[in-house]
């Protein structure tokens, strides 16, 4: 789970043009996050980088939430054959 508000601040912080903030807000992005904002790019200049800034905090933006799914995921792992591989997959998602 990563924090948005580090990426904002340094986006903010380092004072680019408005043009600029969208491309600098993608660099940064990654997997669905990074699909979750690229259609921005087809917006007005002046809206590119507060839309995208609006689609990241709601999709991404409230981590109870993805905490509260990851929980879920793990509780309903079912551990009733364990072998080395079902182990290693129950690791990895912890």
């Given amino acids: 789970m990563v ?9 903010l912080k380092a004072r680019w043009p408005m043009i600029h903030r969208l491309t600098r807000l993608l660099a940064q992005c990654v ?7 690229k ?5 007005p200049v002046g809206q590119r980088y507060n839309a995208a800034w609006k689609t990241l905090l709601k999709n991404f933006g409230q981590p109870h939430m993805v905490a509260g799914a990851h929980m879920r995921k793990l509780k309903e792992y079912n551990l009733k ?6 182990l290693m997959d129950f690791a990895r998602r912890l």
């Fill in 3 to 11: 924090s948005l508000l580090p990426i904002s601040v340094k986006i």
């Fill in 31 to 37: 997997g669905k996050a990074r699909d979750a904002i």
């Fill in 39 to 43: 259609s921005c790019v087809n917006l």
């Fill in 81 to 86: 054959r364990v072998d080395a591989t079902d």
